[in-house]
């Protein structure tokens, strides 16, 4: 396999991962948080614990900031493919009805740039998308911290914020390695 091939298989699983966080995004701004049937919770019984309007609206902004983000990502390693296909020499060769592509000759800097700028925008959009469903646990089951309800809150939060940047860790760590070959 070619570094081309490589490469361009590597910014085919941004979008695509990208594309999977957009559609989660998409179907949780599809949500209305202020109707009374999304919530779990009984106001009545525990007032303190409903959410103020702030989370929904911190809902609605964090899920349009990991939107931004994720787009942002995904249209600079759209525009790198570009770049590395429309680099190169123009030499296609087939194998067996294989279309395979021989090395580009593509600015390595310019590369290892785009392929940074695309993973702090993919960072960025799982951390906000992150903080959008702490909000809709919030709205579903209550504050968090708010009495014996919130233990319900903590449950369903705390591994989202141990597994979530346990991921991202991994994520930067492999882009980060891949720099340095």
Not at 13 to 22: A, C, D, P
Not at 88 to 103: E, F
Request: glycine share 8%; hydrophobic share 50%.
């Amino acid at each position: 396999m070619s570094a081309t091939s490589i490469h361009i298989t590597a910014l085919d699983g941004i979008v695509n991962v990208n594309s999977l966080f957009t559609l989660a995004v998409f179907i949780g701004l599809a949500w209305n948080p202020n109707d009374p049937n999304n919530s779990l919770l009984d106001p009545i019984r525990s007032p303190q614990c409903v959410p103020r309007s702030s989370v929904s609206e911190n809902l609605v902004s964090f899920h349009v900031l990991s939107f931004t983000c994720f787009l942002f990502s995904s249209l600079v390693a759209l525009g790198l493919k570009q770049a590395i296909r429309l680099s190169n020499n123009g030499v296609i060769s087939t194998n067996h009805h294989v279309w395979s592509v021989d090395l580009a000759k593509v600015n390595r800097t310019f590369l290892l740039v785009g392929y940074a700028v695309s993973s702090v925008g993919s960072v960025l959009g799982s951390l906000f998308l992150m903080l959008a469903l702490v909000n809709v646990v919030e709205i579903k089951l209550g504050i968090l911290g708010c009495g014996g309800d919130g233990y319900y809150g903590y449950l369903a939060v705390v591994p989202l914020l141990v597994l979530v940047p346990c991921g991202l860790l991994i994520y930067v760590s492999t882009v980060f390695y891949a720099f340095t070959r």
